[in-house]
């Protein structure tokens, strides 16, 4: 149990204040027996049925951003999947041919900033042949936060080169990031595999916990950067609001670097409603008043800032946080997979007013 242990605190295996839980000793039975599906899931965030750890393959500059790759057993999460009449989310199984849940992450090496919407493809090869290679998914997970990852089948123990290819984020770039990241750009790793190696990843049970709202700690894991929104607020905070299990945090900004005049900026921030993760990919529009007129009204465009972080943002002329009323409306949910205690939540919403 000694290196079993030295690894779970690396890899921050641990549950939410107050859980407790069970170290399965033997991984291999974890990969042949999923625990079942939670019944009766909550409309929300929930504590999930189990955590597991994972070990990383390594980290390697792409361009101008940071990659981190990691794997752990194979698991399923659900997809988002247009149901005509609105999202819902689409369960994916493990396959008989799945040996690792492959997860990477991307951020700026110089500020820690993840950066959360850049498309990203993995191809995995062995001597030089291809053995798998995926448009990987963007997900959210209680420990990981955003990141993207699927399961991948390999070709037995041995040594592999994994080549990840990041795109241009999608994203207005303030500050100290206009200009960067403008150009796709891979890094390839190699990846040591056994079998053995991954069975001996620990995992924690919640038997008593497991369906009920809240959710499991983040991880702590040296060179990784979560997305996490701001501990404190810059500029004149705005309030804040939750809908569909979606906490909005708003605030006024004065700062020539989000445009090119002198308004204020109207910067919110998508978190979950335990733990401040971002959650990106979403549609946010805004009506803004102020002064005793409408100020502001349209769609809030995602950005990426060195100091702020990823949030959705507009220049908005004569906004005054101190007589101002943000009416914010969510018309596309977050379009990622989700891991389990996700996967119910943040899919519908009502408007609402920052307060």
């Known amino acids: 149990m000694t290196s079993r242990r030295r690894f779970l605190a690396a890899s921050g295996t641990v549950g939410a204040a107050g859980l407790s839980g069970c170290l399965a000793e033997l991984g291999r039975l974890y990969t042949s027996n999923e625990p079942p599906v939670v019944s009766n899931r909550p409309d929300e965030v929930y504590v999930p049925t189990h955590t597991e750890g994972m070990r990383m393959v390594g980290t390697a500059d792409a361009g101008d951003l940071r990659v981190g790759v990691f794997y752990s057993y194979p698991h399923r999460f659900w997809v988002m999947a247009d149901e005509g009449d609105g999202f819902g989310t689409s369960r994916t199984s493990v396959e008989a041919g799945d040996d690792v849940h492959l997860m990477a992450s991307v951020w700026d090496p110089e500020t820690g900033v993840v950066v959360p919407d850049t498309g990203l493809s993995i191809e995995i090869a062995r001597d030089g042949d291809l053995v798998s290679e995926e448009v990987v998914y963007a997900m959210l997970s209680q420990r990981m936060g955003f990141h993207y990852g699927s399961n991948f089948g390999l070709d037995g123990d041995g040594t592999y080169e994994v080549t990840v290819d990041v795109g241009a984020p999608s994203l207005r770039l303030f500050g100290d990031f206009a200009g960067r990241f403008d150009s796709p750009a891979s890094a390839t790793l190699d990846f040591e595999y056994s079998s053995g190696d991954r069975d001996d990843i620990p995992y924690t049970m919640f038997d008593d916990q497991q369906g009920d709202s809240g959710a499991v700690r983040p991880m702590e894991m040296d060179g990784l950067p979560l997305g996490l929104g701001p501990e404190t607020l810059p500029g004149t905070a ?26 204020p900026y109207l910067a919110v921030f998508p978190l979950t409603p335990y733990n401040r993760l971002l959650v990106p990919r979403l549609g946010l529009t805004a009506t803004v ?6 100020r502001f009204d349209g769609r809030l465009e ?38 389990e205690g996700y996967e119910t939540a943040f899919l519908d919403f009502d408007p609402v007013r920052l307060g």
Do not use: N, W
């Not at 008043?289 to 409408?294: E, I, R, Y």
């Open 289 to 294: 008043a102020s002064g005793g007129s409408t």
């Open 302 to 339: 995602p950005g990426l800032d060195a100091d702020l972080g990823f949030h959705y943002g507009a220049s908005v002329p004569g906004l005054a946080g101190d007589d101002a009323t943000v009416d914010l409306a969510v018309d596309v949910p977050p379009q990622v997979a989700r891991h």
């Open 238 to 263: 705005l309030g804040s609001a939750t809908t569909g299990s979606l906490r909005l945090v708003g605030t006024a900004l004065d700062a020539d670097r989000f445009g090119d005049d002198d308004d």
